[in-house]
């Protein structure tokens, strides 16, 4: 499915020739409904307020309700959503457009005709319509229905701000795309070949290493998670650099293109769903092509750590003691914790060119889905990134919630034979947390002047477990599909374009 062609539009709601018209509507005194901003007229406003009203729409968030247009309407139906009691913010007006847009999916023509009165609600506004209408049907036979071809949004001026909306929401597409391309058809190679291909025309360099070139690099992780798959693994680096960058900052995304577990292998039913293990990967290539379209101000390095973990003769063993890129020695107790295995890679590479700051983006554990169940991600780290990347969140409607990393954890990743094991033995106690330990150990440190003979500090790092949120199987709500969902891409997004050297400089402080 393509995106619609945006366009924008001054005439009056009613006199826009559409398929579907959405207009919002906000719960009034007595049980009434009050339709938001002059769009219809009175006339039929009362008409629609009282038609939605029968049909139990009370104006909540995600009420929505379909009618046909009254006489005087060009539309041929029109999409009542509800907007809720609270003030109409950018995150309550694009879950309100995500809503209306998975109602009138079918629709060629949708106009939107909610009040996107200044340049953060009408991208808002664009993000949530494309979002919410969202669709995966490159495996399917095509369909007799019609295809959604022109989005307007009614009343906004700011090109500029629409314009970033489709990017953004276009990023977000490629990520639920990547994600839900079956494992057979995606897998590191054609992963790499993808990424390659739809980033070819973006100021972004791409260096790909191979599995020749993963040995060579001492790329232990990678190497060994991906040993027991006939398809070798690989890490892609993109790097963004526009003049004068305020700052340089680093993602690294976990990519296991399915996980079987490896021999410590999983029950089939645990299987389902695990070509959604490199959805980190995903995320970070994704925000990478809106960074680049958009011109953030930050230089931008993603590391996209790309492996299939499948049980084989060649495949890792438990016991086995393999060496991370920069010499640090992991004790593989199991198997399947393997994508802490190749993001320690990552983040060794990562902090190899001493960036202002490091996020990796990871579907890790499942402790983290049974903590904080499929909205929210689990953001662990440095109390100077977690402030930066939460904050990134709040602003872009996003769900994190920050845990800690306690310290008494960490005994349990002791080894009697390697510097590190890659599970607490003996307790499965805080399993995102221990995880996110884990992780820790193989952040670099800062780079020192020349002639600093004292220890420089760890580099400012963020972690972002993922494994909830980044796939919906509770079913649709606002924006967000059942499946694939994009989560954090646009937290990410938000990050990078709106930091500036003072955000940069808070990392140090």
């Known amino acids: 499915m393509k995106l619609p062609r945006l366009a924008s539009s001054d005439q009056p709601a009613a006199l826009i ?53 009254p006489e005087g309407v060009l539309a041929t139906t029109v999409v009542v959503v509800g907007l809720g009691r609270d003030e109409f913010t950018p995150a309550t007006l694009r879950h309100a457009a995500g809503s209306a847009t998975r109602q009138a999916s079918s629709a060629e023509h949708i106009a939107v005709a909610l009040p996107a009165f200044d340049s953060a609600a009408a991208q808002a506004v664009v993000e949530g319509a494309l979002l919410g209408g969202y669709q995966f049907t490159a495996n399917k036979k095509p369909s007799q229905e019609p295809t959604w071809s022109t ?44 990424v390659t291909d739809t980033l070819k025309d973006l100021p972004i360099d791409i260096e790909v290493f191979d599995e020749d070139q993963l040995v060579e690099g001492g790329f232990g992780g990678i190497v060994g998670v991906g040993g027991g798959s006939t398809r070798p693994p690989r890490l892609v680096a993109l790097r963004y650099r526009p003049e004068d960058a305020t700052g340089h900052i680093a993602l690294v995304g976990k990519g296991i293109t399915f996980d079987s577990g490896g021999l410590s292998l999983k029950p089939a039913a645990s299987m389902l769903g695990m070509k959604y293990d490199m959805t980190g990967a995903a995320t970070v290539s994704g925000v990478m092509r809106a960074v680049a379209s958009l011109k953030a101000p930050v230089a931008v390095t993603a590391w996209l750590c790309l492996a299939e973990n499948m049980p084989s003769g060649s495949a890792q063993r438990p016991g086995d003691v393999i060496s991370i890129r920069g010499g640090t020695t992991v004790e593989v107790l199991n198997t399947d914790a393997e994508g802490r295995l190749v993001l320690a890679d990552g983040l060794q590479a990562a902090s190899e060119e001493h960036p202002d700051l490091i996020i990796d983006v990871a579907t890790l554990t499942g402790a983290a889905r049974i903590a904080l169940g499929e909205r929210y991600a689990g953001l662990m780290g440095d109390a100077p990134a977690t402030a930066l990347v939460e904050k990134a969140a709040q602003s872009s409607g996003e769900l994190v919630w920050t845990m800690p ?9 002791n080894s009697d034979v390697a510097d590190i094991a890659n599970v607490a033995t003996g307790s499965s106690l805080g399993g995102m947390l221990v995880a996110g330990l884990f992780l820790q150990e193989f952040v670099g440190p800062r780079a020192t002047q020349p002639g600093d003979d004292t220890e420089a500090s760890r580099i400012p790092w963020a972690h972002l477990d993922i494994a909830g949120p980044a796939s919906n199987t509770l079913g649709a709500y606002g924006y967000t599909p059942k499946g694939p969902t994009g989560a954090t891409t646009r937290a990410l997004i938000s990050l990078l374009m709106d930091i500036d050297q003072d955000g940069i400089g808070t990392l140090s402080r």
């Not at 008409?47 to 029968?54: F, G, I, K, P, Y």
């Not at 990393?405 to 990743?413: Q, V």
């Open 17 to 69: 020739d559409c398929d579907a018209l959405i207009v919002g509507v906000t719960p009034g005194a007595e049980d009434t409904l009050l339709v938001v901003g002059d769009v219809l007229g009175e006339a039929h406003a009362h008409w629609l307020q009282q038609a939605a009203a029968a049909l139990g729409n009370s104006g909540s968030s995600d009420d929505c309700t379909v009618l046909p247009s």
């Open 151 to 194: 989005l307007t949004i009614v009343g906004a001026r700011d090109e500029g701000a629409l314009q970033a909306g489709v990017v953004v929401a276009e990023s977000v597409w490629w990520v639920r795309d990547l994600v839900n391309t079956p494992p057979n058809e995606l897998y590191p190679e054609s992963f790499q070949a993808q």
């Open 405 to 413: 990393l306690p310290e008494e954890l960490r005994k349990g990743l």
